[in-house]
Every structure is written in structure tokens, then in C-alpha cells.
């Protein structure tokens, strides 16, 4: 069993700063999250990636966000954050947490994604 919870969202002006968190409740042992990361839906919009640290050890970043937006972790409490910083009003969406989790052992092992409720975020002009 699975559960992302986000937290963090709010309103702020623009050129303000947003700090999310996701935690990953994970109750089957053992398990391994391959990749975690940050996605956003803004109304009437396709979700897109955000930030993410990926499967094969990398951390990767929209282009709209790069040099404002830093994704971070703690392995021991199966945290990520994204802080977000001079934020505008086109960052308004509803940020999910995503991550591509292992559960399991070797050969019953199951790999799935796990999206959170997400959090709105919402930057006044």
C-alpha cells in the first residue's frame, strides 16, 4: 500500500516563494522508489513535468522553471520537496506528486506509479 501526501500549496504574489512536500507512505517492505518527482495542471492544460529525480539518477527540470525551481529529497523519510522561488502568475496550477515505485520481493515484485491529491498553488499578479 501506497499513499503520496502533499503539502505546502497556497497563494502568494508574484516574485514570492512556495516551499511543497511529498511524503511516500509505503507499508509493503521491501520497496524502492525508482523516481519521484513534481508534475502541475494548470485549468484547461495538458499536466506537465515539472522537476523530477529520475530512474537512472538524474534530475531534470521543465525549462520554465529552471533557475527558480529546485527539487530536493530525503531518502530517510521518503520526502521530496520542490521549493519554488520568484514565482508567476503562469506557476497557478494544482502541483501532484509522482513517484515510480518497487514493492516487494525479486520475483512477486510489482512496479507502479502513484500520484498524490495534489496541492494548488496559486501566484497573484
Known amino acids: 500500500q501506497v499513499q503520496l501526501m502533499e503539502s505546502g500549496g497556497g497563494l502568494v504574489q508574484a516574485g514570492g516563494s512556495l516551499r511543497l512536500s511529498c511524503v511516500a507512505s509505503?507499508?509493503?517492505?521491501?520497496?524502492?522508489?525508482?523516481?519521484m518527482g513534481w508534475f502541475r495542471q494548470a485549468p484547461g492544460k495538458p499536466r506537465e513535468m515539472v522537476a523530477e529525480?529520475?530512474?537512472?539518477?538524474?534530475?531534470i527540470y521543465a525549462n520554465s522553471v529552471k533557475g527558480r525551481f529546485t527539487i530536493s529529497r530525503d531518502n530517510t523519510k521518503n520526502t521530496a520537496y520542490l521549493q519554488m522561488n520568484r514565482l508567476q502568475p503562469e506557476d497557478t496550477a494544482v502541483y501532484y506528486c509522482?513517484?515510480?515505485?518497487?514493492?516487494?520481493?525479486?520475483?512477486?515484485?510489482?512496479?507502479?506509479?502513484?500520484w498524490g491529491q495534489g496541492t494548488q498553488v496559486t501566484v497573484s499578479p
Open positions: 529525480f529520475t530512474k537512472v539518477g538524474t534530475t
Open positions: 509505503i507499508k509493503t517492505t521491501p520497496f524502492k522508489i525508482n523516481s
Open positions: 509522482n513517484a515510480d515505485i518497487t514493492t516487494g520481493w525479486a520475483r512477486t515484485a510489482m512496479v507502479d506509479v502513484y
